[in-house]
């Protein structure tokens, strides 16, 4: 049987192997400590009951009588008041005392100790119980308080404590290795179906994730991790076959503003004039660069752009040249107006990226002699910019408002942008935690807005 400890079905065998050592080791220690207590109460029941037989066998002088031939008292001592014994059963004749007289006389009756004692001749192991004695003087003896002393062969009683840890040695071996194969043959079991379902997910391919994962029977908990997984392969399907259409959408769209720009560019060439030359190319450049911005945000859509490096002030200076040439071409007034609260030494993030595709939305959709405002302020915290583009075009019909942000939506037929300004400048916002939304659709004051995050560390 072999286990790596990285191996969630190693780690659960060796947890159940830890609680069964533990739950084994307490258990032998709480056995011990029972039997020892048992044994103590069964030595101490027998010594009291012997002690009971012996006191009527006992004189008023403290010899034993000869008469006396019950075998529960055939282990008896009388000891003096000097401590020495005064009388003793044949078996424990010439051995010294079995217990101190002066913990006999310091416990008293009613807190005699039980003693252990070992013998090497005769090889035994005794316990003895002492209670005081009113003597008489003998001989040399004087009159005083002495002990009675009873004891017993320990040995019986003991036998099951010393075969104990034997015992509970080879019961905790086996229960161990028990705990370990059984541990190992549950979390196989249990295991079995997780194999199964990583080998099912190693030959699932990018076309066949909504088929999903075959869901196990007979196991809930797995069961609903499966069926999560499934939803969750689900919709990585349905965002890649959007992606996919998305991309081959793009590649047909975007045919169109390509030949426009060669259009421009051979019309630039043919031009006699080396002002409109100057003029033609500037709006090539103008619309390729927006080309630009436009396929950069579609292979960088899921990625969050990084703040800009400029403040709030140079951006928006850098912004009002840029709209200005391109109102002008147009022949549309365009009216920047910032209020004195914006801070415009801190950085907002992605300001180009939001702002110009709403700007030249404005701009296109604005007749010769029309304007184009952009007021810029801040919110109630001052946290984030908030820019209001409003213009005087024909505004948007009622059913190109739900889709108004949605990619490839235009209302006119000939834009670089194909549809996708909006769509390029929400996409934007959302990606740095803002928001692009339409305030108006009225015709003759058309009105968009865009909020932008702010932030005091320029990077």
């Given at each position: 049987m072999r286990m790596s400890p990285s191996s969630l079905r190693g780690r659960l065998v060796l947890g159940a192997v830890v609680v069964g050592v533990a739950f084994a080791v307490l258990f032998g220690a709480a056995a011990t400590w029972r039997l020892h207590q048992i044994e103590d109460r069964a030595l101490r029941a027998a010594l009291l009951t012997r002690l009971d037989l012996v006191r009527d066998e006992i004189r008023p002088d403290g010899s034993l009588r000869p008469d006396r031939g019950s075998p529960k008292t055939e282990l008896v001592q009388v000891l003096g008041p000097d401590g020495k014994v005064r009388a003793a059963s044949p078996a424990l004749s010439g051995l010294p005392p079995l217990v101190k007289l002066?913990?006999?006389?310091?416990?008293?009756?009613?807190?005699?100790?039980?003693?252990?004692?070992?013998?090497?001749?005769?090889?035994?192991?005794?316990?003895?119980?002492?209670?005081?004695?009113?003597?008489?003087?003998?001989?040399?003896?004087?009159?005083?308080?002495?002990?009675?002393?009873?004891?017993?062969?320990?040995?019986?009683?003991?036998?099951?404590?010393?075969?104990?840890?034997?015992?509970?040695?080879?019961?905790?071996?086996?229960?161990?290795?028990?705990?370990?194969?059984?541990?190992?043959f549950l979390a196989g079991r249990a295991l079995r179906s997780v194999t199964g379902l990583t080998e099912e997910a190693e030959r699932v391919s990018v076309g066949a994730m909504h088929d999903g994962l075959p869901v196990p029977v007979g196991d809930a908990e797995l069961a609903r991790l499966v069926t999560a997984l499934n939803r969750m392969l689900w919709r990585l399907s349905d965002a890649h076959a959007r992606e996919l259409a998305f991309a081959a959408d793009a590649g047909h769209r975007l045919r169109t503003p390509v030949a426009t720009l060669r259009a421009e560019a051979e019309l630039a060439i043919r031009e006699d004039d080396s002002r409109e030359q100057v003029a033609a190319l500037r709006r090539i450049m103008q619309d390729a660069d927006q080309l630009t911005l436009i396929v950069d945000r579609m292979l960088a859509r899921s990625k969050k752009p990084a703040l800009s490096a400029t403040t709030v002030r140079e951006a928006l200076e850098a912004a009002e040249s840029r709209w200005s040439r391109q109102a002008d071409v147009a022949g549309v007034g365009l009216t920047l107006t910032i209020e004195p609260a914006v801070p415009t030494e801190s950085c907002v993030a992605d300001l180009p990226g939001t702002a110009d595709p709403i700007v030249d939305n404005a701009v296109r959709h604005t007749p010769q002699g029309g304007w184009v405002v952009v007021a810029v302020r801040t919110d109630a915290a001052q946290s984030s910019i908030v820019l209001d583009v409003s213009n005087s075009g024909p505004g948007i019909d009622a059913e190109m408002v739900p889709k108004i942000f949605d990619a490839w939506v235009s209302s006119r037929d000939a834009s670089v942008a194909g549809g996708l300004g909006l769509w390029v400048a929400r996409e934007s916002a959302r990606a740095v935690g803002g928001e692009v939304t339409l305030l108006d659709p009225s015709p003759g004051d058309t009105s968009f807005r865009a909020i932008l995050p702010v932030t005091n560390n320029p990077s």
């Amino acid at each position: 049987m072999r286990m790596s400890p990285s191996s969630l079905r190693g780690r659960l065998v060796l947890g159940a192997v830890v609680v069964g050592v533990a739950f084994a080791v307490l258990f032998g220690a709480a056995a011990t400590w029972r039997l020892h207590q048992i044994e103590d109460r069964a030595l101490r029941a027998a010594l009291l009951t012997r002690l009971d037989l012996v006191r009527d066998e006992i004189r008023p002088d403290g010899s034993l009588r000869p008469d006396r031939g019950s075998p529960k008292t055939e282990l008896v001592q009388v000891l003096g008041p000097d401590g020495k014994v005064r009388a003793a059963s044949p078996a424990l004749s010439g051995l010294p005392p079995l217990v101190k007289l002066s913990a006999v006389i310091a416990n008293g009756s009613a807190e005699a100790q039980v003693e252990e004692r070992s013998l090497q001749n005769p090889d035994t192991d005794l316990a003895a119980i002492g209670v005081p004695l009113r003597l008489p003087a003998a001989g040399s003896s004087p009159a005083g308080n002495g002990a009675l002393v009873v004891a017993v062969d320990a040995e019986g009683f003991s036998a099951v404590t010393t075969d104990l840890p034997r015992l509970l040695l080879a019961g905790l071996i086996s229960v161990v290795a028990a705990i370990a194969l059984l541990a190992w043959f549950l979390a196989g079991r249990a295991l079995r179906s997780v194999t199964g379902l990583t080998e099912e997910a190693e030959r699932v391919s990018v076309g066949a994730m909504h088929d999903g994962l075959p869901v196990p029977v007979g196991d809930a908990e797995l069961a609903r991790l499966v069926t999560a997984l499934n939803r969750m392969l689900w919709r990585l399907s349905d965002a890649h076959a959007r992606e996919l259409a998305f991309a081959a959408d793009a590649g047909h769209r975007l045919r169109t503003p390509v030949a426009t720009l060669r259009a421009e560019a051979e019309l630039a060439i043919r031009e006699d004039d080396s002002r409109e030359q100057v003029a033609a190319l500037r709006r090539i450049m103008q619309d390729a660069d927006q080309l630009t911005l436009i396929v950069d945000r579609m292979l960088a859509r899921s990625k969050k752009p990084a703040l800009s490096a400029t403040t709030v002030r140079e951006a928006l200076e850098a912004a009002e040249s840029r709209w200005s040439r391109q109102a002008d071409v147009a022949g549309v007034g365009l009216t920047l107006t910032i209020e004195p609260a914006v801070p415009t030494e801190s950085c907002v993030a992605d300001l180009p990226g939001t702002a110009d595709p709403i700007v030249d939305n404005a701009v296109r959709h604005t007749p010769q002699g029309g304007w184009v405002v952009v007021a810029v302020r801040t919110d109630a915290a001052q946290s984030s910019i908030v820019l209001d583009v409003s213009n005087s075009g024909p505004g948007i019909d009622a059913e190109m408002v739900p889709k108004i942000f949605d990619a490839w939506v235009s209302s006119r037929d000939a834009s670089v942008a194909g549809g996708l300004g909006l769509w390029v400048a929400r996409e934007s916002a959302r990606a740095v935690g803002g928001e692009v939304t339409l305030l108006d659709p009225s015709p003759g004051d058309t009105s968009f807005r865009a909020i932008l995050p702010v932030t005091n560390n320029p990077s």
